[in-house]
């Protein structure tokens, strides 16, 4: 059992300069030495944030997300054109040539920085947005977009794969939050589609385990249970409160197929923090007005966002149930149940971090 986690943070400095940056980072500027002040600055603030997740005690962070999960992978293929606000596959959907994450190519460029933090190999998880959720964008949907989705990301995983004397990619999460929230009918048990769709998880996972690398993926919804039928997929995330992790029927299918649980012990929208707060004080007033009035004293520097954070008792409590519930040996990794955009700032970003990383490494150590 190790401490993650699950990949955005807030921003440090300004989005055009990210993305401006990342843009230019499967570019040979990198390698040819040549000053360019947007890459530069994008690739100081992913080392730097990714520095601070290892000083957290977070053992395999991912790498820093300041982009949307989204547009990041689409700018990485081509044969995607956009028309009225819908995608449309114009040719074949394929990897631009040699495309890895931005952001991992930051991490292996600056390795030995990163083993300059512990004076051991940083290990990397690479989250990638999966190819569900990239057809939700698209107008039409065909088995063939899933496939070649599939093949795209399997080909830009691979790109991103790397190991040397100061890191090394260790995890690939495949990220998928916008399955099962809505009754789709095109993965009804027998479809083309839902074939589809699980062969394209496999390419992608398929891949990683080339590699030796750990797998996951991450739900936001575990209502569609195709994963279960995902033969190259280690573990399964969702978030704090979703029927998996209290479903009876959880535990006999991680045995029957041989897969752990990444579990989710800390909730990370703030304003569901904000809420519980109160409510737990027993406010009675309106609450969604209660939040708004917070926002405005954390923008004042009136109120210290820290107070709304989980205490560590919180997340161990979560953390000890999904252990009872599945066995120690049943679960993989832990982390908070989503990225950490929704924050006031990046240092109670990281304050969430620290507190799962010790909660993980107490527990460890009294086992």
Known sequence: MISSDVGSIPQRIESDVIYSGA???????????????????????????????????????????????????????????????????????????????????????????????????????????????????????????????????????????????????????????????????????????????????????????????????????????????TEHLDMIACHVGDPFYTQESTKKRLEETDKQVFASIGVTQFDNLIHSHFLAKGYKGNIPEKIGEIWSDIKKYAVDPVLFLEEPRVLRKRLCKVIDSFGFDRVGCVSPECGLNSFPDYYVAMECLERHARVVSEFIKEK
């Open 23 to 229: 843009r230019k980072a499967n570019g040979l500027l990198p390698y040819l030495g040549v000053s360019n002040q947007d890459y530069v600055e994008f690739q100081e603030e992913v080392v730097s944030a990714f520095k601070d997740k290892l000083d957290a005690g977070i053992e395999v962070p991912n790498y820093p997300q300041f982009r949307d999960m989204n547009q990041m992978f689409f700018e990485l293929m081509e044969g995607i054109e956009k028309h009225n606000g819908a995608l449309f596959n114009v040719k074949s959907i394929k990897a631009k040539k040699g495309s890895a994450i931005p952001e991992v190519l930051a991490l292996k460029r600056e390795s030995r920085q990163l083993k300059e933090v512990h004076e051991d190999k940083a290990k990397i998880k690479v989250c990638v947005t999966g190819p569900y959720t990239l057809a939700s964008f698209f107008q039409v949907k065909t088995p063939g977009l899933y496939f070649e989705l599939g093949e795209a990301l399997a080909d830009i995983v691979e790109n991103s794969i790397f190991g040397n004397s100061g890191a090394e990619t260790v995890h690939l999460s495949l990220d998928e939050p916008v399955l099962g929230f809505l009754n789709d009918h095109q993965l009804d048990y027998g479809s083309e589609i839902r074939e589809a769709l699980r062969k394209s998880w496999d390419r992608v996972f398929s891949v990683a385990k080339a590699y030796n690398l750990d797998t996951s993926m991450h739900l936001h919804n575990s209502s569609e249970n195709l994963f279960w039928e």
